[in-house]
């Protein structure tokens, strides 16, 4: 295999088991959520939890950075 199909295949497999874990951790209900429901209609906006996970992602690429 190439060096880009290993990399594609690690994304998705990450992407997998990241959207199998957020079946269980209920990560996208943190104050600061906006949902607002009106008849058959939900909006929901993420800004608490997009927020948590930008800081997870950059302490993480930081932290991979740095020991590289």
């Known amino acids: 295999m190439t060096g880009l199909s290993k990399m594609l295949m690690l994304i998705g ?3 997998f088991i990241g959207g199998f874990l957020m079946q269980f951790i209920s990560i996208g209900k943190l ?4 949902i607002i ?3 058959n ?3 929901y906006f993420p800004i608490a939890t997009s ?3 930008s800081v997870l ?10 020991f590289r």
Request: aromatic fraction near 16%; glycine fraction near 16%.
């Open 13 to 15: 497999g990450i992407i």
């Open 31 to 34: 104050p600061g959520d906006i």
């Open 37 to 39: 429901k009106k008849g």
């Open 41 to 43: 209609t939900t909006f």
């Open 51 to 53: 927020i948590l996970l």
């Open 57 to 66: 992602l950059s302490a993480i690429f930081y932290f991979i950075g740095r």
